[in-house]
């Protein structure tokens, strides 16, 4: 390294050390070429002077880290601190010269303190144990080792110091102490505990899921257990998920990376060395790791160095799984060498991505991962899902409330107390808040009375407690929740020139507000609500103001070469201060970069967003064209869960494209808009659509969306039941293969338009046929727990269901559901626990499969999601008929009937026969005729082998019934024959018994 450079680095880390020092109340009192040595607690001594010289001493090597980056091209990448920390008392007196110390000290305390620092490692900080004491709690440390000291008669017992634990208050570390018990959790904290051991006995990976409203302590569990994995020498990553449009995708797993390699947010600005430390640490983890490289870089938001392979790569024609591999790999590898202890708060806000990765951990083989989450209540489609424990944290019952209380108001009387306790219903947060109110009120609990349930009533007393802030510490905190939940320290000084250690920022913490964050070099509300209440007390144009400045401060760290790190942050912002074109241009950016991470449900609200800012600026034709360009990404990512949103989204863009005259906006809108019609269960309005995009299509010359339109023509018919003029579609989809969409790959298309061409040759009753397309669809899934392999299994468990073989269609349908839980689709997930439910009724009937059938309809009747409905409608019909419930069984095959109107004919038949049945039973045969002519109008409208057979059985049933013993064999005959051919055994025995019957009677 050049003198002069040398020079600079060492002003700059001088300057440093002294305001570090200084910001925690020391005295730096020498330097010493490349050292230096502070002192704290003189002249005025705390208890807590240990603790602040080992947080000084964290920030300085986090911040020579960052030089050490700063500098790599110069000379600098080998730069490292050792620091050691020790107390004891020593004399000081005023130091007679300015080149040497400030005070001269007396006393063995500062030689053992040179003695750790001589003896630490690189990057590390040796702390003898008497330093700490009880604030050791606030770090994650080493196991005590002894050091022998020349000049001392035993040896020191040390630790290294690692990093901060999540623990940032006094109330925190008392009950780390047990000065304030852990309350309320002992049998969630023990289940935890066996599933550890689980994971390192058996070397097993595990998925566990603490499931609680807001402020019930999932946080405060997670991290008590997290302290106990750490103490028993697992390897511990933290992440957090975020529902702001400034979310990243993998958001916590790209945290745990950042963690581990050191690499802090803005390292886009020094590329080649994050590269380069990238590099370095994976072979060092494990070589073949290095293959991942690019996909990690992508995921870092990391730009790849100018010549490389991966420089100037579209993010959106990489391959979204590609990045979810390579961080299982990496994750693998690191179980591979120590077991892994990966905890992901707020997970109810996971990307899909996010989920994928967390999923395909939790399946690893012979690898020891435990991934822990933290999370509001599931909503339905998650909840079920074989591959987690879910823990349900209950509310504090009265003697917890009671411990807690006491805790946080030591003096409080009896009715204070109870008061408390009656008002927080359990709620440990909503207990918290009350105690801070009633400690700013004296103690007395005067106004408790006036308190109301409901969340209104928090709000009320957060806001009251910010309140009471002074008005400069209540301004930093509004600045501060406009930023976000997390809070860099470095854009919050910017902004208010208050840095992490000036007082008022400190002082938030106290006031239990905001806390240091997970990662480095940033700040954290203690709760997401407390940020919503204070971002809400503010002015509508004083949040515009502040979201501006927010943006160009960010904008200008970030460079262009780091906007793709911070296009998430900048869509936000810009949104938030109206700069419409600002935003629209980062969330596409925003949108592309999800894509690239397989973080579909990320790239729809990006792009959706984009589509809003575009639509509150004057069109132009070059706005129309990027808002054209984004409504295409925007199909290519609806495509495996479509919703309502998104065909107003697309009918929009037809009506746009005709306004411009655009025929091929024209076409790829209106193919969009047949699909989600399509997969809402809208078959008439979906063939509609798709006729006038194939016109359109033909009409611009495109072939290759032609051929799009008509697999999808040919699945709406299909769906429609208008099978003829569906299969010659399904037969011609070949030309399918020619397309690159960079969302779908031609396998899986192909394996979707096969299912389809399945389902209608099942129906027709040439169900060996069947079995070898379903076969085919299922070799051409690229992998194991694809979304399509999902949809093909349901079809296979459907056409087995009518076939009767219902242990298949049950072993299916829980493959299915597998899949579902992985790719977070509600529609495979409701459609295969239905398929599963119903193949178990007829198994052995029974109330579970019974209420899984109807959660099923109710999921998806609340979501809009009606594709094959009538199917779910008619197996509800049958069986409420089985069970006696006419009036349910009624009102279910009346859906099933109504579905009709939309083309969705496949469950009429099943429930017109239900109704049938029970008239029979009831002996009102009139209306078993009625019915039955029913269900032989539906078949015939689907030219429908099996059903004809099935209604030929009811026909016999209701001739029996009437006394037309000759007819009744006749049709039991020619339903046996027709269930022998199709080897329907099941009902082939159906039609034995009942042939047998009217033989008999």
Request: net charge negative; aromatic share 6%; glycine share 8%.
């Amino acid at each position: 390294m050049e003198a002069e450079v040398y020079a600079e680095m060492q002003d700059e880390l001088r300057k440093a050390f002294t305001r570090l020092v200084e910001s925690k109340r020391g005295t730096v009192n020498q330097f010493q070429g490349d050292g230096l040595q502070a002192i704290f607690g003189h002249p005025i001594a705390t208890e807590h002077d240990g603790r602040h010289a080992v947080e000084v001493a964290l920030a300085i090597r986090e911040h020579v880290r960052e030089l050490r980056v700063a500098y790599a091209a110069q000379g600098g990448g080998n730069l490292a601190v050792h620091s050691g920390i020790h107390t004891g008392r020593i004399l000081p007196r005023e130091g007679d010269s300015i080149a040497a110390a400030r005070l001269e000290i007396y006393g063995s305390a500062p030689g053992v303190a040179k003695h750790l620092s001589d003896i630490a490692e690189r990057d590390e900080i040796l702390v003898s144990e008497e330093t700490l004491g009880l604030d050791s709690h606030f770090f994650q440390t080493s196991a005590l080792r002894d050091a022998t000291i020349k000049g001392l008669d035993k040896p020191v017992a040390v630790r290294s110091i690692l990093a901060r634990t999540a623990l940032r208050t006094r109330f925190e570390v008392h009950a780390q102490r047990g000065l304030l018990p852990f309350v309320g959790r002992e049998d969630e904290l023990r289940r935890l505990d066996l599933a550890l051991d689980r994971v390192a006995r058996n070397k097993v990976p595990a998925f566990v899921a603490l499931s609680a409203p807001a402020g019930f302590g999932k946080t405060r569990l997670a991290e008590e257990f997290l302290r106990r994995a750490l103490d028993s020498g697992c390897s511990v990553a933290r992440g957090y998920c975020e529902n702001e449009l400034s979310a990243e995708p993998l958001q916590p797993f790209v945290q745990m990376l950042r963690a581990r390699f050191v690499l802090p947010p803005g390292t886009a600005t020094s590329a080649a060395a994050a590269t380069q430390t990238l590099e370095q640490s994976l072979a060092a983890i494990d070589p073949a790791l290095e293959k991942h490289l690019p996909e990690l870089l992508q995921a870092l938001s990391i730009p790849a160095e100018s010549g490389s392979e991966s420089a100037g790569a579209d993010p959106r024609r990489t391959t979204p799984d590609s990045t979810v591999n390579a961080v299982c790999a990496l994750f693998s590898a690191l179980a591979a060498q120590q077991l892994q202890v990966l905890f992901i708060d707020d997970w109810q806000w996971a990307d899909d991505a996010t989920r994928k990765v967390a999923y395909a951990l939790s399946e690893l083989k012979q690898l020891p991962i435990l991934v822990l989450a933290a999370t509001r209540p599931f909503e339905p489609g998650d909840s079920q899902h074989v591959l987690a424990e879910v823990l349900e944290l209950p509310p504090f019952n009265e003697a917890e409330a009671d411990v807690t209380i006491g805790g946080l108001l030591p003096a409080a009387d009896p009715f204070v107390v109870q008061q408390i306790r009656r008002h927080a219903g359990g709620n440990p947060l909503f207990i918290e808040e009350l105690c801070h109110s009633v400690a700013a009120g004296g103690g007395s609990g005067a106004g408790l009375e006036a308190v109301r349930g409901g969340s209104a009533w928090l709000e009320t007393l957060i806001e009251s407690r910010v309140s009471r802030l002074p008005p400069a510490q209540r301004d930093l905190l509004r600045v501060a929740s406009v930023i976000g939940n997390v809070v860099p320290t470095w854009l919050l000084e910017r902004l208010t020139d208050c840095g992490e250690h000036h007082p008022l920022v400190r002082d938030l913490a106290a006031h239990d507000l905001v806390f240091p964050g997970d990662s480095s070099a940033t700040l954290r509300f203690k709760h997401g609500i407390t940020r919503d209440v204070v971002y809400g007390s503010i002015g509508l144009q004083g949040r515009r103001q502040t979201h501006r400045q927010i943006a160009t401060l960010l904008r200008e760290r970030a460079g262009l070469e780091g906007e793709a790190e911070t296009c998430e942050a900048l869509a936000y912002h810009y949104a938030g201060a109206d700069d419409f074109a600002d935003a629209a241009h980062y969330a596409e950016m925003a949108g592309d970069k999800a894509v690239a991470t397989s973080s579909i449900d990320g790239a729809k609200t990006q792009y959706r967003t984009a589509l809003q800012m575009l639509d509150r600026l004057p069109v132009t034709p070059e706005r129309y064209k990027s808002w054209r360009s984004i409504v295409r990404r925007l199909g290519m990512a609806t495509v495996y869960d479509p919703s309502r949103g998104e065909a107003e989204v697309f009918a929009r863009a037809v009506a746009r494209a005709r306004e411009q005259q655009d025929g091929p906006g024209l076409a790829y809108a209106e193919y969009w808009l047949a699909y989600v019609h399509y997969a809402l269960g809208e078959s008439g309005a979906a063939v509609e659509h798709c006729e006038i995009a194939l016109k359109a299509a033909n009409d611009v010359g495109d072939a290759k969306l032609a051929a799009q339109v008509k697999t999808t023509l040919g699945q709406a018919l299909a769906a429609a039941a208008d099978y003829r003029a569906a299969i010659p579609l399904l037969e011609d989809i070949a030309p399918v293969q020619g397309k690159s969409a960079p969302y779908t790959r031609p396998g899986p298309a192909l394996a979707f338009s096969l299912a389809s061409k399945a389902s209608v040759i099942a129906d027709l009753g040439r169900f060996d046929e069947a079995q070898a397309c379903i076969d085919e669809a299922l070799s051409l899934v690229p992998f194991k727990g694809h979304e399509v392999e999902g949809s093909v299994l349901c079809w296979r468990s459907g056409i087995n269901l009518w076939r009767g073989h219902w242990e298949a269609a049950r072993a299916d349908a829980r493959a299915a559901h597998r899949v579902a839980e992985r790719v977070k689709s509600l529609y495979l997930f409701a459609q295969s626990r239905s398929l599963g439910a119903y193949a178990d009724w007829k198994i052995s009937p029974n109330p579970r499969a019974l209420r899984e059938m109807l959660d099923s309809v109710s999921w998806r009747q609340a979501r809009d999601k009606n594709l094959f409905m009538s199917l779910s409608y008619g197996w509800l019909s049958e069986a409420m008929a089985d069970e006696g419930r006419s009036a349910e069984a009624r009102a279910f095959a009346a859906q099933a009937l109504r579905r009709i109107r939309k083309r969705d004919w496949i469950g009429g038949a099943m429930a017109a026969r239900a109704m049938a049945r029970m008239a029979l039973a009831g002996g009102d045969l009139p209306a078993a005729g009625r019915h039955l002519r029913v269900a032989q109008q539906v078949a015939q409208a689907r030219s429908s082998a099996h059903e004809d057979a099935g209604n030929e059985l009811l026909r016999a049933e209701l001739a029996l019934a009437q006394g037309e013993r000759a007819f009744a064999q006749d049709c039991a005959h020619r339903a046996g024959e027709a269930f022998r051919h199709m080897g329907m055994h099941w009902h082939l025995a159906q039609a034995a018994r009942l042939l047998e019957a009217a033989l008999a009677a």
